[in-house]
């Protein structure tokens, strides 16, 4: 089970990781627009991820994450806001795993 968790928080890490360096690329270039067509493929590749390496169960609960209308008209404001509707439930992922994979910490 450690080495399940152990792999599965790395994995989780890695896609935080690839996540927040699509929000970095698309704050610079400033194309909200091509951002999320990068985050429609990344949580397509994330999806398949945690369904392999933490549980069919984690991996269909992040397929199910909708994100809700946004009303600002500022796209980057929009953009931001779709990145935290994924990382925030990958950063509880991560909380979890890593409490699994350390049990007495």
Known sequence: ????????????RQQIAELDALLKQTTQDL???AGAE???????????LLTDAVGQEA?????GIQPGPSFTNDLLEEFTDLVDCYRTPLTTLAKQLAQAAHPGS
């Open 1 to 12: 089970m450690t080495h399940d968790s152990t792999q599965g928080l790395a994995v989780v």
């Open 31 to 33: 194309n909200t627009v």
């Open 38 to 48: 990068r985050v429609a493929k990344w949580r397509i590749k994330t999806v398949a």
């Open 59 to 63: 991996g269909k609960k992040f397929a």
